[in-house]
């Protein structure tokens, strides 16, 4: 069996015959899978009839006609031998008998066993039958009866199939009926039958076993409601009533009201769920098998990477799905809920063969169900099998059919099914996953439908990767454009085709799926954790690379837990490259070739280690060079050009591999095309129109790959040989002619190819004034020498492009940018080719400004007035003068100016862009963008050159231009004779900013990329997530913009600023702040220049101008004396950088390097066992520069890094409890370390606090209109960063300006707090909606949400904050504000219950503050009544322990907390279903009162206790006397409780007349004092109109304050 266990050399199949022993290496515990029950798991592939054993018996006969129009189709499991069933009476028993005999599947056949049941169940029979329609079911069952009989006995079949899934026999109610519905009534039995069929369509065929358990039981409690609910509809209104009246006479009090109180609670739920149904839409109740689905009430917890479906089993449950569900606190919110519903909604959408939704006609398939769709087809409509539509998991069946026809036809159902969800998502808005403001199609919910495909419920992978296998081509090239969908090859090759003309980026990403890590206590719990692989690439690849057929590791359900998780990296690891390879090696179509290479491109963009695993596979990689590239290589196809592109993906992933491929000597063959020389642009064209577009698509991406190499430092030597055939591209062409010809977006698409690579090889050049012109350093793996470029080479290249400069006159380019202005009225088919024009201005640009770059000298800038250049090259000036000459800008001149600008009649070109950026499509938009900033960069770069120049050479040479106008604008600067065209563009892309940044904040839902496990954008986030177009051209604005604000100071340099100075200063520095929202993984350098910019120090002085300016006009925040001077500003911006820096921009780098060879390095003993896989952990933390990065990968990967960077960023320097927790470190803990530690941490927190409180006051000078990153933050962030600061220590509380900023924050974010609790209260004032119907109180909305939005664990924080406030803090007032918010009522309860337990615990509940200095108003912590029972019980513990004894004394916050809502709610809560607390809680308080006579005045303030108002304001006698009634009804004839009682009034009724004797003697002395004070007034007037001195000593009666 050894020998058979491998077929084909490395060719991996899924079938039974495979002896191999199983081992698990993904999940534990999980069901083990041998060689017997193999089958039954995959679907038992007996590939049409033919079995490894020699057939002894006689061949079998030819299925017998039918009356059906072709044989019944099934599972391929089945085997060909497979006739209809028929009984015994009607059949011929010799026909049995052969069919029987003949049959060789039949011997693995076993005697299904009845199960013996103890008894029977009928518990539901009212839920499963109506009256109503008894008569009309029992017809349609004697009608109907022959055959169902058929349909119960094929599926026994099928469920027989599947040995290990128990399905439905457990001893739930629908199990127990099954077994005994032959003695039933007929009824009955059709509703049982009926239910079972509903059930275990929901259940997957192969993997959810253990659910369907769950799934047929029903619980005890349903069963009672169903039938209370039945005996209710037949009672009328008075009998309901009468039954009522004698229930509540039987039952106590007490057990009355908890029933109540459950009811309540009930209702909540189901309000809840209704709401969350309500919002997912019609989708979510299209079928039936939902709602039994839902009833199974899985926790998100046990849901995998695919959003709301059930793994197979709780054990196979591994760390990174624990990381998943407790990643994001929305991931147990309502948003992880709504979006569980949509995904599980799908299960029952139907599809037709185009990929519309059709109607679920569910009640014509009379027991049919996902095992046996094909024989359902053709009992259901012999006409149109498919007329009612399949299920998802019926076509991934249906994929399986023995019948070739059947399987094309489910196969190409999906790929229509996934290209029509991919097609409407991408027409959805970016950031509209969870609103209601989309385009397409809104009764359809795409984004779900696309998340269940790929989910791990359809098990999608395993059946394609099966298909693959299949004999028939017509089968196998459906399977791969399924493929292809399922993996968005071709919008993903759409977005990389785009992504490569921005040349703003040399690096591209991989697009393998990602999750963030879940938030830890030592960072403060900030989201934005680092992004890992939904696959673990150690799980991707089975044994070494290169061998692919290693079948000791793992099993196939291994492969489909993988598959769920990363659908890309499951089909990887089920060997699908080998099969890919089989293919190719034979004789495929074109189609199947083009296609099988595109799933090779999507392969290597996926991630690195599948694309290693390509470059390791030589056989592969030698036959896409040898079949598509070297043979034939006159006549060009497409999957020679997707050959080509593969090997520049490959290249691009790794410098290993692009070197690699180098050393094989596949750079000659790639780039042979490059060498063939055209000798004019005519004999191009007659070429013809497609050959010309054949050839351009393959120069295109023979370039791209030269160019790889050129970054890398590889191949550089071969320009010399290359650039001849080049020129042809260089210079512009005829325009009119190429586009009658049609040929006109072909050239310019390869012109701007060559500019790109040309510009790569300007990197390459060494500095023009360098001492040392050697190229980069030798690469420490590779062991080739990187190349550097020559500088002979430069000037006739740059000539070349200056051509294109004067190309914009041209008269078909000023019809073009007429057109696209909207001016023109020209067919849209004229110019669809043409935009291709303003990406070749772009990268031409793009290469002048390489070059220019690189004559500046490192060591110089415009600073450095002291330096000078020994001289100047003759192109620097003539760039200059051509950019003048063609109106690319807008200059001052004499005479030819209106209102200060140039007038001629036409835009500059400047003016063209910004209105291409405003009117333009996303790829036009995208285009202007980057021209604008290669021009930005090219004009700075030569008034750097120029005026570095003039301190050396006074006259510098402009050749044909003397001292004309365009000279002397030259000499002035062309930055400087254009300031005001280029403030007017500033100011456009800072309000493009201020509404693009929150559109990266929307997309990232429950800490992943998307809400669907996938690849590229198959993350299936709404409109494409961050793999859309709209993105990538707002990472290009911010790009622009960082580069304007380089050009333009943030703040002006005069010391008094103006108030318009001031408003453009804070719009340009909230524009920085929507920059660090917007930049993506590949601008780490971009967002390094913004903070460098953000944290300049005049800048952090023009935040502390902002703060004071801020305290004089406001008298929220009382005036501080802060008094930062210049070396503090300096001190705050070095060590904010760092922070950042190491913070957040930061990429985990792996200790230890793995084998290539190896991935998975594994151990082997002496007895050839193979031991567990060393997993390198990546925990090594290194600032990598981003020439460091392209030294290794031109493929940037969105994991083990931060970007995105989340929405409350700056909060980091006030939430790190560990430096080293912050960059992913764990160190060993030592007393100095820790000391050092904390007093880092401590200078950190200082600088971050300034940094606060400046940007909470400059956002408030903004206008209304301007959406501020700052205000976005949610105010609850705000309050745990001040808490966060305090774990550490009272380091910054210690600092007098740090404590000053502390509490002038804790004043404001009270202030924002008493605003919002009003605008909450409010809001539900004017809410018709009373969830307590006997008092008719609203709702109060707890949005302080730090358990459910921050963490789960937060009860943790709160005692470790609660342990330092009671060993450190000694009642410091700041400390107490800050505890104390907790207590606040717009808290949640249990954050609120954690508070007070951990306060009472460590006994420092007098440490709190009075309440009037609290963190905002009183009445928010007084207000409204608590009404929690746990709380209120805690409340009264602390009160009868005595906890509250010494906060009385010192007139804490929680003594009057307490005072306030245990009277409130004793003698003012009236609703019915508390009475029974109200009667415990008054009990317990009257009986501490009886043991402890010192808390009598405690009882006395209770009783007495007026809402918070001043003691002065008596309660009247009535209120007084109705407050002891209530005491008195709560004793519940207790007698000693009954004396307390009495004891307290009496003891009320003194402390009521000795206030009353001391407000009358009171009264009578404030009189004398009045009279006498007047004495004294009279005294003193009449002492100065007489001059006389009456010696009186009435000094201290003057001031009246006394009174």
Same mark, same amino acid.
């Given at each position: 069996?050894?020998?058979?266990?491998?077929k084909?050399?490395?060719?991996?199949?899924y079938d039974s015959?495979?002896?191999a022993?199983?081992?698990?290496?993904?999940?534990q515990?999980?069901?083990?899978?041998?060689?017997?029950?193999?089958?039954?798991?995959?679907?038992?592939?007996?590939?049409?009839?033919?079995?490894?054993?020699?057939q002894t018996?006689?061949t079998?006969? @030819?299925?017998?006609?039918?009356?059906?129009p072709?044989?019944?189709?099934?599972?391929?499991?089945?085997g060909?031998?497979f006739? @209809?069933?028929?009984?015994g009476k009607?059949?011929?028993g010799?026909?049995?008998?052969?069919?029987?005999?003949n049959?060789?599947?039949?011997?693995?056949?076993?005697?299904?066993?009845?199960?013996?049941?103890?008894?029977?169940?009928?518990?539901?029979?009212?839920?499963?039958?109506q009256?109503d329609?008894?008569?009309?079911?029992?017809s349609?069952?004697?009608?109907?009866?022959?055959?169902?009989?058929?349909?119960?006995?094929?599926?026994?079949?099928?469920?027989?199939?599947?040995?290990d899934?128990?399905?439905?026999?457990n001893?739930?109610?629908?199990g127990?009926?099954?077994?005994?519905?032959? !003695?039933?009534?007929?009824?009955?039995?059709?509703?049982?039958?009926?239910?079972?069929?509903a059930?275990?369509?929901?259940?997957s065929?192969?993997?959810?076993?253990?659910?369907g358990?769950e799934?047929?039981?029903? #619980?005890?409690?349903?069963?009672?409601?169903a039938?209370?609910?039945?005996?209710?509809?037949s009672?009328?209104?008075?009998e309901i009533?009468?039954?009522?009246?004698?229930? *509540?006479?039987?039952?106590? @009090?007490?057990?009355?009201? +908890?029933l109540?109180?459950?009811?309540?609670?009930?209702?909540?739920?189901?309000?809840?769920?209704?709401?969350?149904?309500?919002?997912?839409?019609?989708?979510?109740n299209?079928?039936?098998?939902?709602? #039994?689905?839902?009833?199974?009430?899985?926790?998100?917890?046990e849901t995998?990477s695919?959003?709301?479906?059930?793994?197979?089993?709780?054990?196979t449950?591994?760390?990174?799905d624990?990381?998943v569900?407790?990643?994001? !606190?929305?991931?147990?919110?309502?948003?992880w809920?709504?979006?569980?519903?949509?995904?599980?909604?799908?299960?029952?959408?139907?599809?037709?063969?185009?990929?519309?939704?059709?109607? =679920?006609?569910?009640?014509?398939d009379?027991?049919?169900n996902?095992?046996n769709?094909?024989?359902?087809?053709?009992?259901?409509?012999?006409?149109d099998p498919?007329?009612a539509?399949y299920?998802i998991?019926?076509?991934?069946?249906?994929?399986?059919?023995v019948i070739?026809?059947?399987?094309?036809?489910?196969?190409?159902?999906?790929?229509?099914?996934?290209?029509?969800?991919?097609?409407?998502?991408?027409?959805?808005?970016?950031?509209?996953?969870?609103?209601?403001n989309? %385009?397409?199609?809104m009764s359809?919910?795409?984004e779900a439908?696309?998340?269940?495909?790929l989910?791990?419920?359809?098990?999608?992978?395993?059946?394609?990767?099966?298909?693959l296998?299949?004999?028939?081509?017509n089968?196998?090239?459906?399977?791969?454009?399924?493929?292809?969908?399922?993996?968005?090859c =071709?919008?993903?090759?759409?977005?990389?085709?785009? #992504?490569?003309?921005i040349a703003?980026?040399?690096e591209?990403?991989?697009?393998?799926?990602?999750?963030?890590?879940?938030?830890?206590?030592?960072v403060?719990?900030?989201?934005g954790?680092?992004?890992?692989?939904?696959a673990?690439p150690?799980?991707i690849?089975? !044994?070494?690379?290169?061998?692919?057929?290693?079948?000791?590791?793992?099993t196939?359900?291994?492969d489909?837990?993988l598959?769920?998780?990363?659908?890309?990296?499951?089909?990887?690891?089920?060997g699908?490259?080998?099969r890919?390879?089989?293919?190719?090696?034979?004789?495929?179509t074109?189609?199947?070739?083009?296609?099988?290479?595109?799933?090779?491109?999507?392969m290597?963009?996926? #991630?690195?280690?599948?694309?290693?695993?390509?470059?390791?596979?030589?056989? +592969?990689?030698h036959?896409?060079?040898?079949?598509?590239?070297?043979?034939?290589?006159?006549?060009?196809?497409p999957?020679?050009?997707?050959?080509?592109r593969?090997? %520049?993906?490959?290249?691009?992933?790794?410098?290993k591999?692009?070197?690699?491929?180098?050393k094989?000597?596949?750079?000659?063959?790639?780039?042979?095309?490059?060498?063939?020389?055209?000798?004019?642009?005519?004999?191009?064209?007659?070429?013809?129109?497609?050959?010309c577009k054949?050839?351009?698509?393959?120069?295109?991406?023979?370039?791209r790959f030269?160019?790889?190499?050129?970054?890398?430092?590889?191949s550089?030597?071969?320009?010399?040989?290359?650039? @001849?055939?080049?020129?042809?591209?260089?210079?512009?062409?005829t325009?009119?002619?190429?586009?009658e010809?049609?040929?006109l977006g072909?050239?310019?698409?390869?012109?701007?190819?060559?500019?790109l690579?040309?510009?790569?090889?300007?990197r390459?050049?060494?500095?023009?004034y360098?001492?040392?012109?050697?190229?980069?350093?030798?690469?420490d793996?590779?062991?080739?020498?990187?190349?550097?470029?020559?500088?002979?080479?430069?000037?006739?290249?740059?000539d070349l492009?200056?051509?294109?400069?004067?190309?914009r006159?041209?008269?078909?380019?000023?019809?073009?940018?007429?057109?696209q202005?909207?001016?023109t009225?020209?067919?849209p088919?004229k $110019?669809?080719?043409?935009?291709?024009?303003w990406?070749?201005?772009?990268?031409?640009?793009?290469?002048?400004?390489?070059?220019l770059e690189?004559?500046?000298?490192?060591s110089?800038?415009?600073?450095?007035?002291?330096?000078?250049?020994p001289?100047?090259?003759?192109?620097?000036?003539?760039i200059?003068?051509?950019?003048?000459?063609?109106?690319?800008?807008?200059f001052?001149?004499?005479?030819?100016?209106?209102?200060?600008?140039?007038?001629?009649?036409e835009?500059?070109?400047?003016?063209?862009?910004?209105?291409?950026?405003q009117?333009?499509?996303?790829?036009?938009?995208?285009?202007?963008?980057?021209?604008?900033?290669?021009?930005l960069?090219?004009?700075?770069?030569?008034?750097?050159?120029?005026?570095l120049?003039?301190?050396?050479?006074n006259t510098i040479?402009?050749q044909?231009?003397?001292?004309?106008?365009?000279?002397?604008i030259?000499e002035?600067?062309?930055?400087?004779?254009?300031?005001?065209?280029l403030?007017?563009?500033?100011?456009?892309f800072?309000?493009?900013m201020?509404?693009e940044?929150?559109?990266?904040?929307?997309?990232?839902m429950?800490?992943?990329? !998307?809400p669907?496990?996938?690849?590229g954008?198959g993350?299936?986030?709404?409109?494409g997530?961050?793999?859309?177009?709209?993105?990538?051209?707002?990472?290009?604005?911010?790009?622009?913009?960082?580069?304007?604000?380089?050009?333009f100071?943030?703040v002006?340099?005069?010391?008094?600023i103006?108030?318009?100075? *001031?408003?453009?200063a804070?719009?340009?520095?909230?524009?920085v702040l929507?920059v660090?929202?917007?930049?993506?993984?590949?601008?780490r /350098?971009?967002?390094?220049?913004a903070l460098?910019?953000?944290?300049?120090?005049?800048?952090?002085?023009?935040?502390? /101008?902002?703060?004071?300016?801020?305290?004089q006009?406001?008298k929220?925040?009382?005036q501080?004396?802060l008094?930062?001077?210049?070396?503090?500003h300096?001190?705050?911006s070095?060590?904010l950088k760092?922070h950042?820096?190491?913070?957040?921009f930061?990429?985990?780098?792996?200790?230890k390097?793995?084998?290539?060879?190896?991935?998975?390095?594994?151990r082997?003993?002496?007895?050839?066992?193979?031991?567990?896989?060393t997993?390198?952990?990546?925990?090594?933390?290194?600032?990598?520069?981003?020439?460091?990065?392209?030294?290794?990968s031109?493929?940037?990967?969105?994991?083990?890094?931060k970007?995105?960077?989340?929405?409350?960023?700056?909060?980091?320097?006030i939430?790190?409890?560990?430096?080293?927790?912050e960059v992913?470190?764990?160190?060993?803990?030592n007393?100095s370390?820790d *000391?050092q530690?904390?007093r880092?941490?401590?200078?950190?927190?200082?600088?971050?606090?300034?940094?606060?409180?400046?940007?909470?006051?400059m956002?408030?000078?903004l206008?209304?209109?301007?959406?501020?990153p700052?205000?976005?933050?949610p105010?609850?962030?705000?309050i745990?960063?001040l808490?966060?600061?305090l774990?550490?220590g009272?380091?910054?509380?210690?600092d007098?300006?740090?404590?000053?900023?502390y509490?002038?924050?804790?004043?404001?974010y009270?202030?924002?707090?008493?605003?919002?609790?009003?605008?909450?209260?409010?809001?539900?004032?004017?809410e018709d909606?009373?969830?307590l119907?006997?008092?008719?109180?609203?709702?109060?909305v707890?949005?302080?949400?730090?358990?459910?939005?921050?963490?789960?664990?937060?009860?943790?924080f709160?005692?470790t904050?609660?342990?330092?406030?009671?060993?450190?803090? $000694?009642?410091?007032?700041?400390?107490?504000?800050?505890?104390?918010?907790?207590?606040?009522?717009?808290?949640?309860a249990?954050?609120?219950?954690?508070?007070?337990?951990?306060?009472?615990?460590?006994?420092?509940l007098e440490?709190l503050?009075?309440?009037?200095?609290?963190?905002?108003?009183?009445?928010g912590?007084?207000?409204?009544?608590e009404?929690k029972? =746990?709380?209120?019980?805690?409340?009264a513990k602390?009160?009868?322990?005595?906890?509250?004894?010494?906060?009385?004394?010192?007139?804490?916050?929680?003594?009057t907390?307490?005072?306030?809502?245990?009277?409130?709610f004793?003698f003012? /809560?009236?609703?019915?279903d508390?009475?029974?607390?109200?009667?415990?809680l008054?009990?317990?308080l009257?009986?501490?009162?009886?043991?402890?006579?010192?808390?009598?005045?405690?009882m006395l303030a209770?009783?007495?206790?007026n809402?918070n108002k001043?003691?002065?304001?008596?309660?009247p006698?009535?209120?007084?006397?109705?407050?002891?009634?209530?005491?008195?009804?709560?004793?519940?004839? =207790?007698?000693?409780?009954?004396?307390?009682?009495?004891?307290?009034?009496?003891?009320?009724a003194?402390?009521?007349?000795?206030?009353?004797?001391?407000?009358?003697v009171?009264?009578?002395?404030y009189?004398?004092?009045?009279?006498l004070?007047?004495?004294?007034?009279?005294?003193?007037?009449?002492?100065?109109?007489?001059?006389?001195?009456?010696?009186?000593?009435?000094?201290f009666?003057s001031?009246?304050s006394?009174?």
């Open positions: 069996m050894e020998g058979k266990s491998k084909h050399g490395s060719i991996r199949t015959s495979s002896a022993p199983v081992e698990r290496i993904l999940g515990n999980k069901l083990q899978v041998g060689e017997v029950n193999a089958s039954s798991l995959v679907g038992s592939v007996v590939e049409k009839g033919v079995s490894l054993n020699p018996k006689p079998p006969p @030819p299925p017998q006609l039918t009356v059906l072709f044989p019944v189709a099934r599972h391929r499991s089945h060909p031998h006739g @209809p069933i028929k009984s009607d059949g011929d010799d026909s049995e008998d052969d069919e029987e005999d049959d060789p599947v039949s011997s693995f056949a076993k005697p299904v066993e009845r199960k013996q049941k103890k008894g029977l169940n009928l518990s539901r029979w009212r839920e499963l039958m009256a329609e008894v008569k009309e079911n029992q349609h069952v004697k009608k109907s009866r022959k055959p169902r009989a058929v349909a119960s006995k094929n599926d026994m079949e099928i469920d027989n199939s599947h040995k899934d128990e399905g439905m026999s001893n739930g109610s629908l127990a009926l099954s077994e005994n519905v032959d !003695g039933m009534d007929p009824v009955l039995r059709e509703r049982i039958k009926r239910q079972e069929q059930t275990s369509s929901v259940v065929s192969s993997s959810v076993s253990n659910y358990n799934q047929g039981s029903t #619980s005890l409690e349903s069963d009672i409601d039938e209370n609910r039945s005996r209710l509809q009672m009328s209104a008075e009533a009468e039954a009522q009246a004698e229930i *509540m006479q039987k039952m106590k @009090p007490g057990l009355l009201d +908890l109540k109180k459950r009811g309540r609670e009930k209702l909540k739920m189901q309000k809840r769920s209704t709401l969350g149904e309500s919002i997912d839409g019609p989708s979510a299209n079928s039936g098998q939902d709602q #039994s689905y839902k009833g199974a009430n899985v926790p998100p917890a995998d695919s959003y709301g479906t059930t793994k197979t089993s709780q054990d449950r591994n760390g990174m624990i990381d569900a407790h990643n994001s !606190g929305l991931a147990s919110g309502s948003l809920d709504i979006w569980r519903k949509r995904v599980e909604a799908v299960r029952g959408l139907r599809f037709s063969l185009q990929g519309d939704i059709v109607a =679920d006609e569910s009640g014509t009379n027991g049919y996902v095992g769709v094909a024989q359902r087809d053709i009992l259901r409509t012999e006409g498919d007329a539509g299920t998991k019926e076509a991934v069946q249906l994929s399986r059919s070739p026809l059947q399987r094309v036809f489910a196969l190409q159902l999906l790929s229509s099914v996934l290209e029509k969800a991919l097609y409407n998502i991408q027409q959805n808005l970016v950031g509209s996953t969870f609103s209601r989309i %385009k397409a199609d359809i919910d795409w439908i696309w998340a269940f495909a989910g791990p419920e359809p098990e999608l992978a395993l059946a394609l990767r099966m298909c296998d299949d004999n028939h081509v089968v196998v090239v459906p399977c791969v454009k399924v493929i292809q969908s399922a993996l968005s =071709d919008l993903n090759e759409i977005f990389f085709e785009i #992504s490569e003309k703003t980026s040399e591209n990403m991989f697009t393998a799926p990602v999750f963030r890590s879940k938030p830890e206590i030592d403060g719990f900030l989201r954790g680092f992004w890992k692989y939904n673990k150690s799980n690849l089975r !044994g070494a690379v290169g061998t692919m057929d290693d079948e000791t590791e793992g196939i359900q291994d489909i837990f598959a769920g998780q990363d659908f890309a990296a499951g089909l990887v690891r089920m699908i490259l080998p890919i390879l089989f293919i190719l090696e034979g004789d495929p074109e189609v199947l070739r083009e296609g099988a290479i595109s799933i090779l491109i999507a290597a963009r996926h #991630s690195p280690t599948c694309a290693n695993a390509i470059v390791k596979y030589e056989r +592969l990689v036959l896409l060079v040898d079949r598509f590239i070297n043979k034939d290589y006159l006549n060009i196809y999957s020679h050009i997707k050959a080509a593969l090997l %520049k993906v490959l290249a691009q992933s790794d410098k591999s692009c070197a690699e491929l180098i094989n000597g596949l750079f000659e063959a790639v780039t042979l095309h490059l060498y063939r020389y055209t000798s004019s642009l005519d004999q191009w064209v007659k070429s013809g129109k497609e050959k054949l050839s351009s698509a393959l120069m295109i991406e023979q370039l030269w160019k790889v190499c050129i970054c890398y430092g590889f550089i030597s071969y320009f010399s040989d290359i650039f @001849p055939a080049l020129c042809l591209w260089l210079s512009p062409p325009f009119r002619k190429l586009q010809n049609s040929v072909e050239f310019v698409c390869i012109s701007n190819e060559v500019y690579v040309l510009g790569a090889l300007a390459k050049l060494p500095n023009l360098s001492q040392n012109t050697q190229g980069n350093k030798i690469s793996f590779t062991g080739h020498e990187t190349e550097t470029w020559s500088w002979n080479y430069v000037t006739p290249v740059v492009a200056l051509k294109w400069i004067p190309s006159t041209d008269p078909y380019v000023s019809e073009f940018i007429q057109w202005k909207g001016s009225n020209d067919s088919s $110019y669809s080719a043409d935009v291709s024009l990406w070749v201005y772009s990268s031409a640009l793009h290469m002048l400004s390489a070059v690189k004559i500046i000298p490192v110089m800038s415009l600073q450095d007035s002291g330096m000078h250049l001289w100047l090259p003759e192109f620097v000036p003539k200059g003068l051509e950019i003048i000459k063609n109106r690319f800008l807008s001052p001149c004499d005479g030819g100016i209106k209102g200060g600008i140039d007038v001629a009649g835009n500059t070109f400047i003016e063209e862009l910004c209105l291409l950026r009117q333009g499509k996303y790829e036009t938009s995208l285009a202007s963008v980057c021209c604008l900033k290669w021009l960069q090219v004009i700075t770069s030569v008034d750097k050159l120029i005026h120049a003039k301190s050396e050479v040479p402009f044909g231009y003397g001292f004309s106008r365009e000279a002397k030259l002035e600067g062309l930055v400087k004779g254009s300031l005001v065209e403030r007017c563009v500033l100011n456009l800072m309000r493009l201020q509404s940044w929150h559109v990266m904040q929307s997309i990232e429950f800490g992943r990329g !998307g669907s496990p996938g690849v954008l993350w299936g986030a709404s409109g997530g961050f793999w859309s177009l709209a993105v990538l051209l707002y990472q290009t604005d911010a790009q622009l913009l960082i580069h304007l604000l380089e050009i100071p943030i002006p340099s005069s010391e008094a103006l108030d318009e100075e *001031m408003a453009f804070i719009e340009r520095i909230n524009s929507g660090f929202l917007t930049a993506g993984p590949r601008d /350098f971009l967002l390094e220049k460098d910019i953000f944290l300049q120090v005049p800048v952090l002085k023009y935040l502390d /101008f902002c703060t004071q300016r801020f305290l006009l406001n929220i925040v009382k501080l004396g008094g930062y001077k210049t070396e503090d300096f001190r705050f070095a060590m760092s950042f820096k190491s913070r957040w930061s990429v985990k780098r792996k200790l390097a793995i084998d290539d060879s190896n991935p998975v390095s594994c082997t003993s002496k007895k050839g066992n193979v031991s567990l896989a997993i390198y952990e990546d925990v090594d933390m290194s600032n990598v520069s981003t020439q460091d990065r392209h030294n290794i031109l493929t940037a990967e969105w994991a083990y890094q970007l995105p960077l989340p929405v409350h960023w700056f909060l980091s320097p939430t790190t409890i560990s430096s080293a927790k992913g470190l764990d160190t060993a803990s007393t370390h *000391m530690e904390s880092y941490l401590t200078e950190i927190a200082k600088g971050g606090l300034f940094l606060l409180l400046g940007m909470e006051a956002s408030t000078f206008p209304t209109n301007a959406p501020s700052v205000y976005n933050v105010l609850m962030w705000k745990h960063s808490s966060s600061i774990i550490n009272m380091g910054v509380l210690e007098d300006k740090s404590r000053t900023i509490e002038g924050l804790q004043d404001l009270g202030h924002l707090l008493d605003e919002a609790r009003s605008k909450e209260t409010a809001s539900h004032t004017l909606v009373s969830l119907p006997e008092v008719g109180k609203k709702p109060f707890e949005f302080l949400k730090f358990q459910s939005e921050i963490h789960q664990s937060y009860s943790t709160l005692e904050l609660v342990e330092q406030f009671a060993a450190i803090s $000694y009642g410091d007032l700041a400390f107490g504000r800050q505890v104390a918010v907790y207590l606040h009522r717009c808290n949640e249990p954050v609120r219950l954690a508070a007070w337990n951990t306060l009472v615990d460590a006994r420092v440490l503050p009075p309440s009037e200095k609290c963190f905002g108003a009183v009445d912590y007084l207000e409204p009544v009404d029972e =746990d709380i209120l019980e805690a409340y602390s009160w009868t322990s005595g906890a509250l004894d010494r906060a009385v004394t010192r007139g804490s916050m929680a003594y907390l307490v005072l306030c809502h245990l009277s409130s004793i003012h /809560f009236h609703a019915n508390k009475s029974s607390l109200l009667n415990k008054a009990k317990s009257l009986r501490d009162y009886s043991a402890k006579l010192s808390h009598e005045g405690m209770l009783v007495g206790y809402n001043l003691p002065a304001a008596d309660l006698s009535s209120e007084i006397q109705r407050r002891f009634e209530v005491l008195v009804e709560a004793c519940e004839r =207790d007698s000693s409780l009954l004396t307390a009682v009495e004891k307290l009034r009496s003891a009320f003194k402390k009521q007349l000795v206030i009353q004797l001391n407000g009358e009171v009264e009578v002395v009189e004398l004092l009045l009279l004070s007047s004495l004294v007034t009279a005294l003193s007037v009449y002492e100065l109109m007489s001059g006389a001195s009456m010696q009186v000593p009435y000094g009666l001031d009246h006394f009174l």
